[in-house]
T-cell receptor, first 115, second 113 residues
Framework: GAGVSQTPSNKVTEKGKYVELRCDPI?????LYWYRQSLGQGPEFLIY????????DSGLPNDRFFAVRPEGSVSTLKIQRTERGDSAVYLC?????????????FGPGTRLTVL | KNQVEQSPQSLIILEGKNCTLQ??????????LRWYKQDTGRGPVSLTI?????NTKSNGRYTATLDADTKQSSLHITASQLSDSASYIC????????????FGTGTKLQVIP
């Protein structure tokens, strides 16, 4: 595909469960970002990958959140012991390289609902 | 703390009318500012990017302005269409290699027939 894809598009889970959200960036994009967007708000930064490594994970709210990008392409955001407050749209974006001028291309997001 | 504030929060206009959305920021130092359009249920898509030296940039019916002295930007939409209904997000970045972007909270625009 030409764009960033995310799966699943919707995820409903129960409080306390574990979830994984997947992001397929645009081929060749080395920079990958995860954001969280609550209703009526702008995206909130979670974590940034340059290649396989998490260059900045300062936006992760707590240690229940973790993300990996083992081969420098697909990334998975993992949330343990989900809480109702984790309900949001989780957006993934990628860019060609981490230069401030480079556009971040966003996926459609995964809407997570924790009951 | 770097902040990006947008106004109005929401706006309803009639199809064919013009509108202007505002963005004020405190991000410093500054590298560039982007306006994104986010349709419901979709990820944001870039409309324009402006650097420090640019005052105006157009993309079809969208015209963005930037005043880097007052740290203000606007997005003007001309002859609005129903498909313009979306959230418009202002995003500001600093210079250098890696810099986290600072997102505004967006303006939700609804164009009605």
């Amino acid at each position: 595909g030409a764009g960033v894809s995310q799966t699943p598009s919707n995820k409903v889970t129960e409080k306390g469960k574990y979830v994984e959200l997947r992001c397929d960036p645009i081929s060749g994009h080395t920079a990958l970002y995860w954001y969280r967007q609550s209703l009526g708000q702008g995206p909130e930064f979670l974590i940034y990958f340059q290649g396989t490594g998490a260059a900045d994970d300062s936006g992760l709210p707590n240690d229940r959140f973790f993300a990996v990008r083992p081969e420098g392409s697909v990334s998975t955001l993992k949330i343990q012991r989900t809480e109702r407050g984790d309900s949001a749209v989780y957006l993934c974006a990628s860019s060609l390289a981490e230069q401030s001028y480079n556009e971040q291309f966003f996926g459609p997001g995964t809407r997570l609902t924790v009951l | 703390k770097n902040q990006v504030e947008q106004s109005p929060q929401s706006l309803i206009i009639l199809e064919g009318k013009n509108c202007t959305l505002q963005c004020n920021y405190t991000v410093s130092p500054f590298s560039n500012l982007r306006w994104y359009k986010q349709d419901t249920g979709r990820g944001p898509v870039s409309l324009t990017i402006m650097t420090f030296s640019e005052n105006t940039k157009s993309n079809g019916r969208y015209t963005a302005t930037l005043d880097a002295d007052t740290k203000q930007s606007s997005l003007h939409i001309t002859a609005s269409q129903l498909s313009d209904s979306a959230s418009y997000i202002c995003v500001v970045r600093g210079p250098g290699g890696y810099q986290k972007v600072t997102f505004g909270t967006g303006t939700k625009l609804q164009v009605i027939p």
